[in-house]
């Protein structure tokens, strides 16, 4: 029986100040553990010569492969490029900026070997976050199993391991607004969970700021849930009522002497039908940009360069 072979993927952007940290320590563990591996590194368009320092450690070590981006792509997409260079019989997906610790690795390899899928590294503890994006990042994970109805786990990033039979599945599914925290879930293969403590970063910044967060939000959320075109009809329905109402109660004041002109009612009224309209207009806009994406049907990364061995020698 051949030997089986990691895949550990890890996206980029603009990390040079951690980034040979992270390869030093990431390789060692590997090493150590005695597994047969390869480390992708994927380059999302960074400007800081974190391209440099992948081709550098490609060089030095066979087992080290790169890819560059031309341009920002989002780590998504980096993610996906690298599954599509993967050749393990299982791959983990983690960030660089060691929060997610490589000396997690054999564990999540355990687990995966016990015969499941999907094996989740779920944050325990998180040292470095603001209460407020602990907060908000809960609430995320609330809403979104409530509005989806897909088991979204919570304290669980992108730091997971993968079989190849998943990241197969994963590659098949043709949309373009993506979101694995989603997708898993969908596909329902056995998962499994190992718990740590996530770090603070070891050097450089996060690459997030609030209004990548509310984008990403959106991803995963509305292409997962009819709901808020539903909202629309309840909206309108509701308003109906409440005008139905308002009519039903002018003209019992009517009857009953009190005078009120027209404009008093009809003002609210129009108000609440624009409104509607306009809120069901947005909702269905949004559907229609998705599918607008979806008909262009072009790639989620483009590559500029590659760096190390193309076929992987174990």
């Known amino acids: 029986m051949p030997e089986t072979l990691l895949s550990v993927v890890a996206p980029a952007y603009n990390e040079i100040e951690v980034l040979p940290h992270f390869i030093e320590k990431t390789a060692g563990v590997l090493e150590k553990a005695g597994m047969n591996y390869e480390l992708i590194l994927v380059d999302d368009g960074s400007t800081d010569g974190t391209d440099k320092t992948i081709k550098r450690a490609s060089e030095k070590n066979p087992k080290i492969k790169g890819v560059v981006f031309s ?3 989002g780590q998504l997409a980096a993610i996906y490029c690298g599954f599509s260079k993967a050749k393990g019989d299982a791959v983990v997906v983690m960030d660089c900026d060691l929060q997610d610790d490589p000396e997690i690795i054999p564990s999540l390899v355990a687990k995966w070997q016990e015969g499941f899928d999907v094996v989740n ?7 470095g976050e603001t209460a407020f994006k602990k907060g908000s990042s809960d609430l995320f994970t609330k809403v979104a199993r409530k509005v989806t109805g897909l088991p979204v786990k919570n304290n669980s990033g992108e730091f997971k391991l993968y079989s190849a039979k998943v990241v197969k599945a994963l590659l098949a599914m043709p949309e373009r607004n993506k979101y694995l925290r989603t997708q898993i879930p969908w596909l329902g293969f056995k998962e499994a969970d190992v718990y740590f403590e996530r770090g603070a970063r070891e050097a450089g910044t996060t690459k997030y700021n609030l209004k990548k967060l509310f984008a990403l939000a959106e991803k995963a959320i509305l292409p997962n849930t009819h709901l808020p075109l539903k909202i629309g009809w309840i909206i309108a329905l509701l308003t109906g009522f409440c005008s139905i109402a308002a009519f039903i109660t002018f003209i ?4 009953s002497g009190v005078g ?6 009809l003002f609210p009224t129009i108000g609440l039908s624009l409104s509607v309209l306009l809120l069901n207009n947005a909702a269905r806009d ?4 998705y599918i607008y994406d979806e008909i262009k049907d072009r790639p989620m990364f483009v590559v500029k360069e590659e760096f190390g061995e193309k076929d992987s020698d174990g």
């Open 71 to 73: 341009r920002n792509f």
């Open 121 to 127: 590294a779920v944050r325990s503890a998180r040292k």
């Open 260 to 265: 009120l002109p027209v404009s008093s009612w």
């Open 286 to 289: 949004k559907y229609v940009s």
């Open 252 to 255: 019992i004041l009517s009857i």
